[in-house]
T-cell receptor, first 115, second 110 residues
């Protein structure tokens, strides 16, 4: 079946502009995660959605970052008033949580460049 | 929250040599997962271990979960150039988000 998809694959924006990044998880996966990865670095957790529960926003670096998940499926990560330090690859992952934890399946990421 | 520490940060090996990366925690882990990220790619789920002392193999890769469930290792026998990438361990508890280690970057010299 189809994997996790993300759009756009690349985004170049000017400092101060808002951007929206989209994630389509694997159908039936109840959990969805957003991460940020700077060049050559590890994965920085941003936000986590699980079913109908309130999202875990503990990783969002500032109030310029927000995310929503509509209908328990597609998710959008919004960055307002982008800064150069927001430049990174934004990765989305989904997993199926039922009777135990399963691995996360990552999308190809959106490379964000803030000029 | 729980944290996982990975060592080494980098490893350079000659093709054909073995490679091991370690993941350690000060707290007992409910599970451990391993991921591989090729250069320019995204992390790919390899395996999950949940039982104390568990050992699983995937071809040349051997994954181990410590008896105390506080550490784990990934061992690659006779590395190949296709093994190049960064290997991450990760763990979570219940419905909490996965916590990833910082990864071990493997270079294989042909």
């Amino acid at each position: 079946g189809a994997g996790v998809s993300q759009s756009p694959s690349n985004k170049v924006t000017e400092k101060g502009k808002d951007v929206e990044l989209r994630c389509d998880p694997i159908s039936g996966h109840t959990a969805l995660y957003w991460y940020r990865q700077s060049l050559g670095q590890g994965l920085e957790f941003l936000i986590y959605f699980q079913g109908n529960s309130a999202p875990d926003k503990s990783g969002l670096p500032s109030d310029r970052f927000s995310a929503e998940r509509t209908g328990g499926s597609v998710s959008t990560l919004t960055i307002q008033r982008t800064q150069q330090e927001d430049s990174a690859v934004y990765l989305c992952a989904s997993s199926y949580l039922a009777g135990g934890y399963t691995g996360q399946y990552f999308g190809p990421g959106t490379r964000l460049t803030v000029t | 929250g729980q944290q996982v520490m990975q060592i080494p940060q980098y490893q350079h090996v000659q093709e054909g040599e073995d490679f091991t990366t370690y993941c350690n925690s000060s707290t007992t882990l409910s599970n451990i997962q391993w991921y591989k990220q090729r250069p320019g790619g995204h992390p790919v789920f390899l395996i999950q271990l949940v039982k104390s002392g568990e050992v699983k193999k995937q071809k040349r890769l051997t994954f181990q979960f410590g008896e105390a469930k506080k550490n784990s290792s990934l061992h690659i026998t006779a590395t190949q150039t296709t093994d190049v990438g960064t290997y991450f361990c990760a763990s979570n508890s219940g419905n909490t988000p996965l916590v990833f280690g910082k990864g071990t970057r493997l270079s294989v010299i042909a």
